[in-house]
């Protein structure tokens, strides 16, 4: 199971720090990543970390302001993000699978939490 929470109203230069708890998993067998879903589109990636969280991806128009980072004792994945924009604006789900290879497919992905959602206003 994957609790995501952390989201809420932002103005747009803001940050906000995404959390997601893992359990009854091992955590640390995972990748985990964040996906995110903007009213009327699809679902799309944001960043992932590799299970030890020494390698990480991240989607071109977030790169530079969002950061991704896990603890592996807390089994706990991180989206901080800074210099928030309205386009920003989305559902954000955290999601686990076990390998790395096509990094930002929603479909390689076995676990989904249940989203936070996250508002930037102007």
């Known amino acids: 199971q994957l609790q995501a929470s952390g989201g809420g109203l932002a103005q747009a230069g803001d940050s906000l720090r995404l959390s997601c708890a893992a359990s009854g998993i091992t955590f640390s067998n995972y990748v985990m990543g964040w996906f995110r879903q903007a009213p009327g589109k699809e679902r799309e990636f944001v960043a992932a970390i590799s299970w030890s969280g020494g390698s990480t991806w991240y989607q071109d128009s977030v790169k530079g302001r969002f950061t991704i980072s896990r603890d592996n004792a807390k089994n706990t994945v991180y989206l901080r993000m800074n210099s928030l924009k309205l386009e920003d604006t989305a559902v954000f789900y955290c999601?686990?699978?076990?390998?790395?290879?096509?990094?930002?497919?929603?479909?390689?992905?076995?676990?989904w939490g249940q989203g936070t959602l996250v508002t930037v206003s102007s």
């Open positions: 999601a686990a699978r076990s390998a790395s290879y096509s990094i930002s497919s929603v479909r390689e992905y076995n676990h």
